[in-house]
């Protein structure tokens, strides 16, 4: 666990993390361990890996909302819960949180020639999440868009893998394009990426932006 102003941080593995204020937020919880309820549970597209039915379940409570881009609303109609779905540029307020979804998308990861694993026209998303007066972005799985390079942050969630989102050379073009003060390396250590992906990225980095290498709980 990491706090950050007063926010509680923690990673869960792969792409997921909590943000514990005044508000619990989760994001992209898969394989999870832990006993939170989530206030705000955010998907960020439709990908097993990151649209977790079991982890959902055990995550959300009535009193949850969901948010996520259109792209999976089929795939979480029978969820009881409130659910809100955005589109990339959508900014959205749930229970005093701030949420802003980034369009997240591929540049040159190919599942075949000519075909990128995630398109940008398919509307899947990243999120810029403004917690306690902190603001938090969760790229998904993307490569180093323009729009991700534009962002004013304050911690920044960003893959580091390759293959299916940036590597770790690319991720580091992209912090230090952003304005953020704290990075932290995510899509490692389940299904692809290992923490040497992570060590990688926080010597391209540098001094600045600072990197945060959490461990996951």
């Known amino acids: 666990m990491w706090t950050y ?13 909590v943000l514990q204020g005044t508000r619990t937020v989760m994001i992209d919880p898969f394989k999870a361990k832990g006993d939170y309820k989530a206030d705000v549970l955010l ?3 439709e ?8 982890d959902i379940k055990r995550f959300s409570g009535p009193a949850t909302t969901i948010v996520a ?4 609303e089929g795939a979480l109609n029978a969820f009881p819960q409130e659910k809100r779905f955005v589109s990339p540029g959508s900014k959205i307020d749930v ?3 701030s949420i802003e979804a980034v369009p997240a998308y591929n ?4 599942r075949e020639p000519g075909k990128v694993f995630h398109p ?8 810029v999440v403004r917690l306690d007066g902190t603001s938090f972005y969760h790229a998904g799985d993307s490569d180093a868009t323009p729009e991700m390079q534009a962002l ?38 389940s299904i692809i990426g290992s923490m040497a992906d992570a060590e990688r990225f926080r010597t391209l980095v540098g001094a600045k932006p600072s990197v945060q290498i959490l461990e996951r709980e």
Request: aromatic share 8%; charged share 25%.
């Open 5 to 17: 102003k007063g926010v509680k941080v923690r990673w869960l593995g792969h792409d997921s993390f």
């Open 43 to 45: 998907i960020s597209h």
């Open 47 to 54: 990908h097993q890996d990151h649209l977790s039915e079991d």
């Open 69 to 72: 881009p259109t792209i999976c």
């Open 95 to 97: 229970k005093g949180v």
């Open 107 to 110: 540049l040159n990861k190919f």
């Open 120 to 127: 940008k026209a398919d509307g899947r998303v990243g999120y």
């Open 152 to 189: 004013k942050v304050d911690v920044a969630f960003l893959p580091v893998s390759g293959t299916y989102v940036m590597t770790a050379e690319e991720a580091a073009v992209a912090a230090k394009a952003m304005k953020v003060d704290v990075v932290v390396p995510m899509h490692v250590g």
